[in-house]
């Protein structure tokens, strides 16, 4: 690492307090706005179609899920290469890592949008579509899909704009496409009539716009100059980008497979108990996609940091990287321990938002709010430390945090729990793994923490 590098780069020198919160707050909204494309849908959905429209939604948002997770493969380990190497002072390399990132998020984009196109039907099946929803799924997933090349675009390039320092940039960015998204839903839904399509539409455009002006902003990079050469893939690079966003993929597929998993059971135990099979799987996605916009504010914090610890652990700034680490944590905890006390006393409110149904769906979705995220605060430790462990290079115990949650607890939490409580065994299943996957993440960070400032590898 050169002394140079660090004088230039206010990564390296700034107040860690004062960075945080410049690079926090456009996250924060970034992460926010992401996570209401879908509540936007679904409330708009839920007042206009009703519940079975709202289910669909949930049908296909593992769909999305893995878009998700493909553009946060490229992006944050991208994201993740070029801040270790602007930290040792190595531009080139960093920048030959952002032309990559342009040329397999296209890729993926493009191979993504033929193979969820083809196999919708099957698909939807597979996570849960039952025959009344079914319909529903086809129209808002067809158009959906059509999206999925922009929506890659946004996420990949939002993650290596913020770890450029421009973190302003990410939130208009995505601001833009959220705005028109909100404009766009009531008009095609109430005016022109076009139910779960005109959703799927609104989103697509607002996706369109977001990527439109990341395309803009990509090639506008403040501490190297990008060329043109460097979009030939470098498989070196690649590999490197692959294995640094292994973690935040891993995450989200894991999640694709407890939704997944999830649907099925609350369509099965749903089934047999007095709710029905439709009920449980549109309550509980609004569970889910609440939960979401709350965490996105902790999960906006937790990734704003990424430059700040990849960059000064890469310089050797240790005290830096620590600091850094327990201010996220202890902050991404107090704000989901508010959640938790918002979704305890006012859920009935919450549901309210998206539509007003039957007294059996209102029992049902206050029950999922207050057992499936009765442990809720816990969930920013696996995620922070899964941010930190990537951030310094640690894609596998970054992984391991990751997964602890979705697969090692989740999915066999809900197995046993449903087969000895039915359709409440399913709820409890979040707090389980919640609580078992942050004592995993706890024992992590301690067996590793000594080590891991002992030298950089």
């Known amino acids: 690492m050169s002394e140079e590098a660090s ?34 849908d679904q409330i708009f959905i839920g007042q206009g179609v009703g519940y079975l429209g709202n289910a669909a939604t949930n049908v296909i948002m593992p769909l999305t899920t893995i878009m998700l997770a493909i553009g946060l ?26 032309g990559n990132m342009i040329s397999l998020t296209i890729f993926a984009g493009i191979i993504s949008l033929i193979f969820f196109e083809v196999l919708l039907g099957p698909l939807s099946s597979l996570f849960g579509a039952t025959e009344s929803i079914m319909p529903y799924a086809l129209d808002y997933g067809k158009i959906i899909v059509l999206g999925f090349p922009f929506f890659a675009v946004n996420i990949s390039f939002a993650s290596m704009i913020r770890a450029d320092g421009r973190p302003n940039e990410t939130m208009a960015g995505l601001l833009i496409g959220c705005v028109a998204n909100m404009i766009l839903d009531p008009l095609f ?82 089934g047999q108990s007095r709710y029905g099979s439709d009920i449980p799987l549109a309550a509980f996605g609004i569970t889910m996609k609440v939960c979401q916009l709350a965490f996105g504010v902790a999960l906006g914090i937790a990734t704003s940091v990424q430059p700040l610890l990849g960059y000064n652990y890469g310089s050797g700034q240790f005290d830096r990287v620590k600091k850094t680490f327990r201010i996220t944590m202890a902050v991404s905890i107090f704000i989901m321990c508010i959640a938790l006390v918002v979704f305890q006393i006012f859920p009935e409110n919450i549901i309210r938002l998206f539509g007003q149904e039957s007294e059996l769906y209102m029992e049902f979705a206050v029950l999922s709010f207050r057992i499936f995220l009765l442990a809720c605060f816990l969930q920013p430790v696996p995620s922070v430390a899964g941010i930190f462990f990537q ?67």
Request: aromatic residues 14%; contains cysteine; hydrophobic residues 55%.
């Open 391 to 457: 951030s310094i290079g640690k894609p596998f115990l970054s992984a391991a945090c990751s997964m602890s949650r979705q697969i090692v607890f989740m999915i066999p939490a809900m197995l046993f729990l449903g087969d000895c409580f039915g359709i409440e065994g399913i709820l409890w299943a979040g707090p389980v793994a919640d609580t078992f996957s942050t004592l995993v993440s706890c024992m992590l960070l301690g067996l590793f923490w000594r080590k891991i400032f002992r030298k950089v590898s």
């Open 189 to 270: 839904i109430f005016v022109f009539h076009w139910g779960v399509q005109g959703a799927a539409w609104a989103t697509i455009i607002g996706q369109f716009l977001n990527t439109v002006y990341f395309v803009f902003c990509v090639f506008r990079f403040q501490t190297f100059k990008l060329k043109i050469k460097f979009l030939c893939p470098d498989i070196r690079i690649s590999r490197k980008i692959i294995t640094l966003g292994f973690s935040s993929f891993v995450t989200q597929i894991a999640a694709v497979f407890v939704i997944g998993v999830m649907n099925n059971l609350l369509v099965n135990y749903g």
């Open 7 to 40: 004088i230039t780069n206010p990564l390296g020198t700034e107040k860690i307090g004062k960075l945080m919160i410049r690079y926090a707050i456009p996250s924060i909204i970034s992460f926010v706005v992401n996570s209401l494309y879908n509540m936007v």
């Open 73 to 98: 493969l490229i992006g944050d380990g991208a994201a993740a290469f070029m801040s270790l190497n602007l930290g040792q002072g190595n531009r080139e390399t960093a920048a030959r890592s952002v």
